[in-house]
C-alpha cells in the first residue's frame, strides 16, 4: 500500500512512546509518511469494535502531539469480526477517516 502511494522505502514498525508517564504501544507506525494504526486478532462484539476505534483515536493523538502532524493515514487491520462489529467499525471507521483492512482483505492481500 505504502509502495502505491509512492513511498518504496517506507518501513512499518512497531513503536513505543511514553506519554504522560505511560508507555504506549503502537502497532503498526510510519514516520515517513506518518501512519498510526493498529492490528487485532478478533473483534466479538459492537462493544469491542467500539473500543479498538476509541484506542486507536488515542493513539492518533498522541502522535499529532508527539511529532506535530496529523498521520497521513489512519489504519485499522482486523484479522476475524463477527457480522454486527464489523458493521460498527465500517461506519466509526468511516467518521473518523480510518482505513479498516478486515480478515477477508488480509487473506487476499497474504495470497498475492
Do not use: Q, W
Amino acid at each position: 500500500m505504502l509502495e502505491e502511494m509512492g513511498y518504496p522505502d517506507a518501513k512499518v514498525e512497531r513503536k513505543i512512546i511514553v506519554y504522560n508517564g505511560e508507555v504506549v504501544e503502537i502497532n503498526l507506525f510510519c514516520e515517513k509518511p506518518l501512519i498510526v494504526g493498529e492490528a487485532t486478532v478478533s473483534v466479538r462484539s459492537v462493544e469491542e469494535a467500539r473500543r479498538e476505534i476509541e484506542k486507536l483515536l488515542i493513539r492518533t493523538k498522541i502522535v499529532e502531539e508527539r511529532y506535530g502532524r496529523k498521520p497521513e493515514m489512519v489504519v485499522l487491520s482486523v484479522a476475524r469480526v463477527v457480522e454486527e462489529a464489523s458493521k460498527t467499525l465500517k461506519e466509526l471507521a468511516e467518521k473518523y477517516g480510518i482505513k479498516l483492512i478486515l480478515g477477508k482483505e488480509i487473506e487476499e492481500a497474504l495470497t498475492i
